[in-house]
């Protein structure tokens, strides 16, 4: 099962992006994207590999909050756990 995590963009490359979630940062392919995405915008991410949409950033963060409920974790402000690796999707 491939869970989508809403991710915010931290740096762009060439058909990619360096995204941010849960204090983890990953770099992702924007090619599916159907425009480039921006500093500072949320995608959505699958496969912890290419983002697939963008998202509203209230959205983003209302389900950023309900995942950190569903995994049992609280993290802090800017959804940071102590330990990234206990979350890893």
Known sequence: MCIAIPSRVVA???ATATVERFGEQLVVSTWLLPEPPELGDYVVVRARSHAVEKMDAAD???SLALLRIWIGLAG???GRFENPDEVNG
């Open 76 to 78: 802090d402000a800017e």
């Open 60 to 62: 983003a963060q209302e």
């Open 12 to 14: 762009i490359g060439e």
